[in-house]
């Protein structure tokens, strides 16, 4: 994934793919659309887990994929914000 949460494709495809069958497995009706749905830094504060100052910051600092909508709004993908989980995630130790 590129700076502006672009998705390339190859790896990206199948990890989508994955997802999408988990998601159904579970029960969601339209996984596609919920993994492109656009999110406000307030919900994806609350799905990360994380204050909105802190989304905000990482948006500014360009370590949070986002979607620029215009020049001030900011979206966030579901999709985009579980691979950025899943690039920082560190395995544990024992």
């Not at 656009?38 to 994380?50: H, M, N, S």
């Not at 985009?80 to 560190?90: G, N, P, T, V």
């Amino acid at each position: 994934m590129n700076q502006k949460g672009e998705a390339g494709t190859g790896r990206h495809a199948d990890h989508v793919t994955a997802l999408e069958a988990e998601m159904l497995q579970a029960g969601v009706e339209s996984p596609d659309r919920l993994l492109l749905k656009l999110y406000t830094a307030q919900e994806a504060a609350e799905l990360l887990g994380l204050d909105l100052g802190t989304v905000r910051n990482l948006t500014y600092r360009r370590e949070l994929p986002c979607v620029k909508i215009g020049r001030r709004c900011v979206r966030y993908r579901l999709l985009h914000l579980l691979d950025w989980i899943k690039a920082r995630s560190q395995p544990v130790l024992r």
